[in-house]
């Protein structure tokens, strides 16, 4: 068996955090980090170096395209995939085209997570 893919999971909000930690867990990811932040991202991302990052869009001081932005210039093979709301069609864009792999809209749908982050993973 090949190991698990590795997910660091950010979001502003520690309930969907949890709720997505779990959800991860059980389709056979490993989660191994958190961050609640832009700034723990980029920090979780340089010590765990995941597979996959999930990041939300929307958080408080550094947002989701600051971040995607931080974590691509420390590794441009970064594989971050983008979790929006509803509406967000333009930063979605934004986020492709700065490199984001991929991206999904809340409220997250378990199946489709799954199956996104496992393309994206490879
Ligand atoms: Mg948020």
Redesign the pocket.
């Known amino acids: 068996m090949t190991a698990r893919p590795t997910v660091l999971l950010c ?3 520690r309930a ?1 955090r949890m709720l997505t930690a779990r959800q991860l867990s059980e389709a056979g990811f490993e989660v191994v980090a958190e961050a609640g932040n832009g700034a723990e991202a980029v920090e979780g991302y340089r010590e765990h170096r995941p597979t996959v990052v999930l990041l ?4 408080p001081q550094m947002d989701g395209k600051q971040t995607l932005q931080a974590l691509l210039e420390y590794d441009a093979d970064a594989r971050v995939v983008i ?1 929006s709301s509803l509406g967000a069609k333009k930063d979605i864009e934004d986020c492709l085209r700065m490199g984001a792999a991929s991206y999904l809209q809340k409220p997250i749908d378990p199946e489709a997570m799954v199956r996104v982050l496992r393309g994206v993973a490879g």
């Open positions: 979001d502003d909000s969907l939300d869009l929307v958080m979790l």
